[in-house]
């Protein structure tokens, strides 16, 4: 008898694939999502329940390899693939911005906003070459000051809308922006006694 692993802490998509874990099948919300044609959904419950695994689901689906690598096989035998051409023809056309706000749960304002400019560089790092295309120096300036952490506070409370305004002049499609533990500064900030400008960062 074959023993399948539990992904006991585990929540990236392809490295439960590929390291053959234990995983329910939950490929079918990539259907839902795109049959309902929102611009904005809204997770909140249940807790517990893998929506973090659910996020690196539909980035891996979605996302325009970085590398020119695709993933498409991830998704082999999942029930996605038996939806139909019109759902698979969307898999892999876009840019996907994904940051989470799990390490925003600090002692005070100063180091809660610091971790976030710290996530928010990671994922401009993750998207680096996109720096390359941009046709205005200004634009390239503050995508650079952004990603090595040297821009002023105020440019990272745009800095989401100006990563994807980068990716629509990079790849001529809007970017689909997955956002983790987005409550999390914000209760933070509550139960701290700190609510400044936690909430500014669009």
Same mark, same amino acid.
């Given at each position: !008898?074959?023993?399948?692993?539990?992904?006991?802490?585990?929540?990236?998509?392809?490295?439960? =694939?590929?390291?053959?874990? /234990?995983?329910?099948?939950?490929?079918?919300?990539?259907? $839902?999502?795109?049959?309902?044609? *929102?611009?904005?959904?809204?997770?909140?419950?249940?807790?517990?329940?893998? &929506?973090?695994?659910?996020?690196?689901?539909?980035? /891996?689906?979605?996302?325009?390899?970085? %590398?020119?690598?695709?993933?498409?096989?991830?998704? $082999? *035998?999942?029930?996605?693939?038996?939806?139909? $051409?019109?759902?698979?023809?969307?898999?892999?056309?876009?840019?996907? =911005?994904?940051?989470?706000?799990? #390490?925003?749960?600090?002692? %005070?304002?100063?180091?809660?906003?610091?971790? !976030?400019?710290?996530?928010?560089?990671?994922?401009?790092?993750?998207?680096?070459?996109?720096?390359? #295309?941009? &046709?205005?120096?200004?634009?390239?300036?503050?995508?650079?000051?952004?990603?090595?952490?040297?821009?002023?506070?105020?440019?990272?409370?745009?800095?989401?809308?100006?990563? #994807?305004?980068?990716?629509?002049?990079?790849?001529?499609?809007?970017?689909?922006?997955?956002?983790?533990?987005?409550?999390?500064?914000?209760?933070?900030?509550?139960?701290?006694?700190?609510?400044?400008?936690?909430? #500014?960062?669009?």
């Amino acid at each position: !008898m074959t023993y399948t692993p539990l992904p006991i802490g585990i929540d990236d998509f392809e490295k439960i =694939i590929t390291k053959e874990y /234990y995983y329910v099948d939950k490929s079918l919300l990539i259907k $839902e999502l795109l049959d309902k044609k *929102g611009e904005v959904n809204l997770f909140t419950r249940p807790r517990r329940f893998g &929506k973090t695994l659910n996020l690196s689901m539909l980035r /891996y689906f979605f996302e325009k390899p970085l %590398d020119g690598t695709s993933r498409k096989h991830l998704f $082999e *035998g999942l029930r996605i693939m038996d939806a139909g $051409e019109k759902y698979t023809s969307e898999q892999e056309q876009y840019p996907v =911005i994904t940051l989470t706000l799990k #390490s925003a749960k600090q002692k %005070d304002y100063a180091d809660a906003f610091g971790r !976030m400019k710290e996530a928010i560089a990671e994922e401009y790092q993750r998207h680096a070459d996109v720096m390359k #295309s941009l &046709k205005l120096e200004s634009d390239q300036t503050l995508f650079y000051n952004i990603m090595s952490r040297t821009a002023e506070d105020a440019s990272y409370l745009t800095s989401l809308k100006f990563l #994807s305004k980068c990716l629509y002049e990079c790849y001529g499609k809007k970017a689909i922006i997955l956002i983790d533990e987005y409550d999390v500064p914000l209760e933070n900030a509550y139960y701290k006694k700190f609510v400044t400008v936690q909430n #500014s960062i669009s």
